[in-house]
């Protein structure tokens, strides 16, 4: 027998109004019983307040102390920075300073070795600074030095080492000198001890080809110096050592460039210097 038959089917809305007297009983029971316990609940609710607080308070002792370690961190990374930027500009001034000592050492000893050298007779030295050295169609110096000074066409340029070339052009404070490895460059020489004389003729190269040589060099160290041309072109200036593989001279000059050059000119009245360099 089918006891459903009995009790009619209660319809939706009435079954939800029930779940919800049912709920609300429940919630206002618990909200009781939460009331009657709630005095011995205080103290638990106290001591997790301040746990809580104790918690917020290490946690932003933490926060403190690690931002206050970074910004401490980065002050002094900043210091560094700045210190070191400092010290690479003190290091470059340095450097820069140390350059110019080592040019003024090595132009003082330019200038002692040029003191040192010994003058042809019947010819003066006139000092000269090297302004500039141009390499193309023609291998040249610029003096500053002139005809005021008492610079004349053809003269000797000698460096502390030896020749450097002679003045093709010369105006009143500067003239103009074709270097020795010049491809038009051809200056006679005389080669020491053999006596053999030749004529050194550049090629734009390091080394000067020696040309019209007569006779064969014997078997022993041979130094070129310069043949006289009487009232132009003094005797005796060194050249360079011979290279007995290639018949060549490699001028001694050059091996180092100089910065100061003497001019070596005839010692006659009217080629006296007018005014002081």
């Known amino acids: 027998m089918d006891r459903s038959s009995n009790h009619p089917a209660l319809p939706p809305t009435a079954v939800a109004s029930r779940?919800?007297?049912?709920?609300?009983?429940?919630l206002v029971g618990g909200i009781g019983i939460g009331l009657l316990y709630l005095p011995a609940l205080a103290p638990f609710v106290e001591e997790v307040r301040l746990k809580a607080l104790d918690l917020k308070e290490a946690a932003l002792q933490a926060y403190h102390t690690q931002f206050t370690e970074r910004f401490l961190a980065s002050t002094e990374a900043n210091n560094l920075r700045k210190r070191i930027a400092f010290l690479e500009t003190e290091l470059m001034a340095a450097q820069l300073e140390t350059k110019r000592a080592h040019a003024f050492l090595h132009e003082n000893e330019?200038?002692?070795?040029?003191?040192?050298?010994?003058?042809?007779?019947?010819?003066?030295?006139?000092?000269?600074?090297?302004?500039?050295e141009t390499e193309g169609q023609r291998r040249t110096l610029l003096l500053n030095i002139g005809t005021d000074h008492g610079v004349c066409q053809d003269a000797a340029v000698v460096g502390p080492e030896g020749l450097l070339g002679r003045v093709i052009r010369v105006?009143?404070?500067w003239s103009q000198a074709l270097c020795v490895t010049d491809g038009t460059s051809r200056?006679?020489?005389?080669f020491h001890p053999s006596g053999i004389r030749a004529v050194l003729v550049g090629d734009f190269s390091p080394m000067l080809r020696v040309d019209l040589v007569q006779e064969p060099f014997p078997d022993i160290p041979q130094e070129a110096v310069t043949s006289e041309i009487p009232g132009?072109?003094?005797?005796?200036?060194?050249?360079?050592?011979?290279?007995p593989s290639s018949t060549s001279v490699n001028p001694a000059a050059f091996r180092r460039f100089p910065t100061h050059a003497c001019v070596l000119i005839p010692s006659t009245e009217k080629n006296r210097p007018r005014v002081h360099p």
Do not use: N, T
């Open 19 to 26: 779940r919800r007297q049912v709920f609300l009983s429940l």
């Open 110 to 132: 330019e200038l002692r070795r040029l003191l040192k050298l010994s003058i042809p007779p019947g010819f003066i030295a006139i000092g000269a600074r090297i302004l500039m």
């Open 171 to 173: 105006g009143g404070r």
């Open 187 to 190: 200056i006679p020489v005389c």
């Open 232 to 243: 132009v072109f003094p005797g005796g200036i060194p050249v360079g050592p011979l290279d």
